[in-house]
């Protein structure tokens, strides 16, 4: 824990979404106790643990600006570089696969709607454009079972979208939690595995935000850096790893350098619903902030990868 913590401050993140478990949350606590933290954790834990976590709830609480509790991680398909991404046609190297889902669909309703009856937060992976649709209407049923309220579902990931569901994260309220340096890294390779067409709306940041969804920035680490500088190059230049796009593959879906930077601040604390407290520097919020060695906004977006964190403030 001391030391990724000191890593990710390296890197000038001061608050991460850790998608782990109970065992996580003790050694969190622990570090907690002793007074160690310099990094401010909401800790999620699995969506079928949901019952163990409306009890830790009861007989505990949601936690302090330190360490939170509350969310439910789950996963509806696999990964694109495995061919386990769930997509409504084949992939184009494998004429016969469709992908596939991990869980049930009837079982994922279940704990979806149990968990957000409990005002618990959902969170789940969703990668392929069958995955993801699937999850929406999991999620438009629930919200009209269960009744109105401020629950704030969450699609990891949310790579690959079907051009007809854009609209649906903002009319829905579904909050799209993306991870640039993807963009950059499976860049290289999609367009060979689900074809020209369906890459147009691959990681379609720009697409999300013009629709006026909430679309929050984080790493998936480790399978990609903790780096929200790199993060954010990527998703301003949305140039491949391979130097093969110099002018950013798929370049309509690049944001603006201030888009990338509300979405690493301001709509990182909205999905974790402590937006009231941090995500942006004005009076009576946590001084959370990193000292960089240069304005990104006013310099050349295909420079901001080579920028430094000179401190790290919490």
Do not use: C
């Not at 074809?195 to 990609?224: C, I, N, Q």
């Not at 140039?239 to 690049?254: A, C, F, S």
Request: no cysteine; charged share 25%.
């Amino acid at each position: 824990v001391q030391a990724a913590m000191h890593h990710v401050a390296s890197n000038g993140v001061t608050s991460v979404h850790d998608m782990q478990d109970f065992e996580s949350l003790d050694a969190y606590r622990r570090a907690h106790a002793r007074g160690e933290m310099i990094t401010r954790i909401y800790s999620v834990v699995p969506i079928d643990q949901w019952q163990r976590l409306r009890d830790e709830i009861a007989e505990n609480g949601r936690g302090d600006a330190w360490l939170r509790i509350g969310g439910l991680k789950g996963f509806m398909d696999g990964s694109l570089g495995s061919h386990t991404a769930a997509f409504f046609e084949p992939y184009t190297d494998e004429p016969d696969d469709r992908g596939l889902m991990v869980n049930e669909l009837d079982d994922m309703h279940a704990w979806i709607s149990s968990a957000d009856a409990e005002g618990l937060h959902v969170i789940i992976h969703a990668i392929g454009d069958r995955a993801i649709r699937d999850l929406l209407d999991i999620y438009r049923d629930v919200a009209e079972a269960n009744g109105p309220r401020d629950r704030r579902f969450r699609i990891e990931h949310a790579q690959h979208i079907h051009p007809e569901d854009f609209q649906r994260f903002a009319d829905q309220g579904v909050v799209a939690a993306v991870q640039p340096y993807h963009a950059i890294d499976d860049g290289r390779w999609a367009e060979k595995v689900i074809g020209p067409e369906r890459a147009k709306t691959s990681f379609p940041y720009r697409s999300l935000m013009d629709a006026g969804a909430h679309v929050a920035f984080g790493s998936d680490w480790y399978v990609a850096p903790p780096t929200p500088l790199e993060g954010i190059y990527a998703a301003v230049t949305r140039r491949t790893l391979d130097g093969q796009h110099p002018e950013g593959w798929v370049p309509e879906q690049k944001t603006t350098v201030e888009q990338a930077l509300r979405a690493y601040t301001y709509e990182a604390a909205y999905d974790s619903f402590e937006e009231d407290i941090k995500g942006k520097l004005k009076p009576g919020m946590l001084a959370d902030f990193a000292l960089i060695d240069r304005d990104l906004t006013g310099m050349a977006p295909e420079q901001i990868r080579d920028a430094k964190i000179l401190r790290t403030v919490v």
